[in-house]
T-cell receptor, first 111, second 115 residues
Framework: GDSVTQMEGPVTLSEEACLTI???????????LFWYVQYPGEGLQLLLK?????DKGSNKGFEATYRKETTSFHLEKGSVQVSDSAVYFC??????????FGDGTTLTVKP | DTEVTQTPKHLVMGMTNKKSLKCEQH?????MYWYKQKAKKPPELMFV???????INESVPSRFSPECPNSSLLNLHLHALQPEDSALYLC??????????????FGPGTRLTVL
């Protein structure tokens, strides 16, 4: 079946540091890939998505590229802020199927 | 408007109570979802409604009963819950239940505590 593996957290960074959260997936066919962010006490918010190979999703300074050859969708940001502290979920969605989420990576950014 | 609203925000109930969670969206989406999320875990799918009909039930215990009165509303009726059912219950919607490119939009959740 489909699966998503995220790098284990928690991740702690200083403000303005570079961020990479690794995400790899296993799926048949051509799923779409998503990054969601969950701030404390809130629901999930879509951060970015990519629907086919080599697509790059971007939003709020975050980027991720759909790499079919390495089955990866790593999340990157060049300079993190304290307000980026949250839990980040990588997810895939196949055609006519339900979404599969990774376990989540907790990011804490210190001033 | 990409908002999914959920009420109540917090709910405390005893094991003999009957309560309901409500979810609403006005994006014209035809698929709606209930998820359960325990602390530090990803969301777990419970139910999917597509065009107001239940299309997926992930073997959820019968003490959880979903209802979709119309295309904008989704309810989750709760009865005789157990303490281990305490969790954040998330509602989501999407344009279509079957398309991989379709984005799910999540509500803020209801924090449920069962005493």
């Amino acid at each position: 079946g489909d699966s998503v593996t995220q790098m284990e957290g928690p991740v702690t960074l200083s403000e303005e540091a570079c961020l990479t959260i690794n995400c790899t997936y296993t799926a048949t066919g051509y799923p779409s890939l998503f990054w969601y962010v969950q701030y404390p006490g809130e629901g999930l918010q879509l951060l970015l998505k990519a629907t086919k190979a080599d697509d790059k999703g971007s939003n709020k300074g975050f980027e991720a590229t759909y790499r079919k050859e390495t089955t990866s969708f790593h999340l990157e940001k060049g300079s993190v802020q304290v307000s980026d502290s949250a839990v980040y979920f990588c997810a895939l969605r196949p055609n006519a199927g339900k979404s599969t989420f990774g376990d989540g990576t907790t990011l804490t950014v210190k001033p | 408007d990409t908002e999914v609203t959920q009420t109540p925000k917090h709910l405390v109930m005893g094991m003999t109570n009957k309560k309901s969670l409500k979810c609403e969206q006005h994006m014209g989406h035809r698929a709606m979802y209930w998820y359960k999320q325990k602390a530090k875990k990803p969301p777990e799918l419970m139910f999917v409604y597509s065009y107001e009909k239940l299309s997926i039930n992930e073997s959820v215990p019968s003490r959880f009963s979903p209802e979709c009165p119309n295309s904008s509303l989704l309810n989750l009726h709760l009865h005789a819950l157990q303490p281990e059912d305490s969790a954040l219950y998330l509602c989501a919607s999407s344009q279509d239940a079957g398309a991989s490119t379709d984005t799910q939009y999540f509500g803020p959740g209801t924090r449920l505590t069962v005493l």
